[in-house]
């Protein structure tokens, strides 16, 4: 079995907004030409258009099946976590996502397992949904952005949520919104997924370190999409320093590369050599298979890349299951 642990879904309809305030930036799906698709519609314009592959299990069924994917993590289109709505509408919102994912996981069992949406604008609101969805929807983590609304997840204001994802045993899955940067890239818009993503990502994945928060809980198992970004370049630099300059080390207290690879990260970085080097600075155990499934820049050929390595199987098999099954306490 192969597990994927990075793929998205999104509704094929939502909910109308039923909130008390003007001008939100409710989603909603519009028809597209072809009628396997559709809009998703933000303030009026269109955010992206999708596939059915988004809603539609048995679709994506087949698909797993041509690609030897096994087991399927979902999780929603980022932008839908809408860490700009009120508190009381990111619940509505995120409530109604995390029933769709269960409904899809109750739909195809063997085949998909979720993870939830929470309104991270308020962590009361954050903790209390997570735990609904994983004690009553029965998801196994919950997907975050790495920032909220500019905070970093590492701030210290964010502690509580991990410190209750860890209570819950629930996996946490990082992915990059609304990155840092955009201002300095040039070209069309879709750099923001092929530039800035990794950079965010990479900076998001440090400040869990020298913010303190995998020190005070190592037991969290927390993944980063993308291949951890730039965290592999950065790590380097960053043990330096951790042995070169005092005041990094007094404000950092675990080894940043006992902490890296501590956590966990997707493969999604489309080339062999990166991969082999996630698999030298992070280690064996803690890679997965991830493919950005179904958009357009995903991997369509996963089992085919990990056979493209060369690996051992013992390394086959951490990549292709097992660091997956651990990671969302499924081993």
Not at 99 to 124: H, R
Request: with cysteine.
């Amino acid at each position: 079995m192969l597990v994927d642990v990075h793929t998205h879904v999104v509704p094929e309809s939502f909910p109308s907004y039923c909130g008390s305030l003007n001008d939100v930036p409710w989603p909603s799906m519009a028809a597209a030409p072809n009628p396997c698709h559709r809009h998703v519609m933000v303030s009026g314009s269109i955010y992206r258009t999708v596939t059915h592959q988004c809603w539609d299990c048995a679709v994506r069924s087949t698909d797993m099946a041509a690609t030897g994917v096994g087991l399927q993590v979902l999780s929603v289109m980022p932008e839908l976590l809408s860490y700009w709505l009120s508190a009381a509408d990111g619940k509505v919102l995120c409530r109604y996502l995390n029933e769709v994912i269960a409904n899809m996981v109750s739909d195809k069992p063997g085949q998909f397992v979720g993870l939830a949406a929470v309104p991270m604008q308020d962590i009361d609101s954050a903790i209390s949904e997570l735990d609904f969805a994983v004690h009553t929807l029965g998801l196994k983590g919950v997907e975050i952005g790495t920032n909220v609304n500019g905070v970093p997840i590492g701030h210290p204001d964010l502690f509580p949520f991990f410190e209750a994802a860890v209570s819950m045993d629930a996996a946490v899955f990082v992915h990059p919104l609304r990155p840092a940067g955009m201002d300095r890239l040039v070209g069309p818009a879709a750099l923001e997924q092929v530039l800035a993503f990794p950079g965010e990502t990479g900076l998001a994945a440090a400040s869990m370190i020298t913010g303190g928060t995998f020190a005070k809980l190592p037991q969290l198992r927390i993944a980063y999409s993308h291949g951890g970004g730039s965290l592999s370049i950065l790590l380097p630099r960053l043990q330096h320093a951790w042995n070169a300059f005092p005041p990094v080390r007094q404000a950092i207290s675990m080894d940043p590369q006992v902490a890296a690879r501590s956590m966990y990260y997707d493969n999604l970085v489309y080339d062999a050599p990166t991969i082999h080097r996630l698999l030298d600075v992070f280690g064996t155990s803690q890679v997965m298979v991830g493919t950005d499934y179904p958009f357009a820049i995903m991997d369509a050929d996963p089992a085919g890349r990990l056979q493209s390595l060369g690996l051992a199987q013992l390394v086959q098999t951490q990549l292709r299951r097992d660091n997956a099954l651990r990671w969302l306490g499924m081993n």
